[in-house]
């Protein structure tokens, strides 16, 4: 377990004492004293005990208390995530982010009005004068432009924010904007979807272009992304297996029969494709 918390933190992780017992539940401590309450559907008696530290996340309830939930959200405080909307009201929407009080949209972080059903990709902020978290769909202000401190090649979290002529653009480790190049595609993706992906270059204006694939590739990893990204372009199916025709091989994907054997074994074993009676098709 964590050390205990110095501070309650709304919107975030909180590492708290089990400081007293109530009737509405457990009372939690952070180190400065601060208390919030954890209400009785969350209390776990069994390894929660005066003295013990738990880790639960701290919002506000419908009546605006402070409280504290073992549950966990879709997205914290400064994270992105890609929300439903449930219900829409005059002042705003909420938006299902995987706790029981859904998450305010305000119309005035809305870029158009939303309606039920649809799903967007927001950002999670915190109003300080009513400590109430809320969803936000213009991102710039959440995103930094400081890159300083990454390198090329460097792993990164990728969601897909927006699908662009040039390609996709996507949310990096939660805090930069950055670009996929589609004729660097080779699977299907859609909007809030989440991958690894590498960072192919630190631009000069704060974002970054990104590889979902490793760079530095070697010529086998060429014909990875052969087959892949023509799969991608065809919905995903195309009509080859081990006993197609090397004619029709060599025209489709550039490349030998011998190396397209090779490759789809690769490809199988990786769990990247499944292989059926008459055609291959992308996981």
Do not use: C
């Not at 933190?9 to 089990?18: A, D, P, Q, R, T």
């Not at 390609?167 to 990096?172: A, E, F, L, Q, S």
């Amino acid at each position: 377990m964590k050390e205990q918390s110095l501070y309650i933190s709304i919107g975030e992780i909180n590492y708290l004492k089990v400081a007293r017992e109530s009737e509405p539940g457990f009372y939690l401590q952070s180190k400065d004293e601060e208390e919030v309450l954890l209400p009785n559907i969350y209390v776990d008696k069994s390894r929660m005990a005066i003295g013990s530290i738990v880790e639960v996340f701290i919002y506000t309830d419908s009546e605006d208390r402070v409280v504290a939930t073992t549950q966990k959200p879709k997205a914290m405080l400064g994270e992105f995530g890609y929300f439903e909307v449930v219900d829409v009201k005059h002042y705003g929407a909420f938006v299902d982010w995987g706790l029981p009080k859904d998450l305010l949209v305000p119309l005035s972080h809305q870029k158009r009005h939303f309606e039920v059903g649809s799903k967007h990709i927001l950002a999670i902020g915190l109003d300080e004068e009513t400590n109430r978290l809320y969803g936000s769909q213009k991102l710039g202000k959440f995103l930094s432009k400081d890159i300083s401190k990454l390198h090329k090649n460097q792993e990164v979290s990728l969601l897909i924010m927006a699908k662009t002529p040039l390609g996709y653009k996507v949310i990096v480790d939660n805090s930069y904007e950055g670009m996929v190049y589609k004729n660097e595609v080779f699977k299907p993706l859609h909007i809030g979807d989440s991958l690894i992906g590498y960072i192919k270059k630190l631009r000069g204006d704060g974002k970054l272009d990104i590889s979902i694939k490793k760079l530095g590739i070697k010529h086998s990893d060429d014909e990875v992304y052969s087959i892949l990204s023509k799969l991608a372009q065809n919905g995903g199916k195309l009509p080859f297996t081990y006993k197609s025709d090397a004619k029709q091989i060599q025209e489709a994907f550039g490349m030998s029969k011998k190396s397209f054997k090779k490759t789809l074994t690769h490809l199988i074993d990786t769990k990247q494709i499944e292989l059926l009676d008459d055609s291959i098709k992308l996981l």
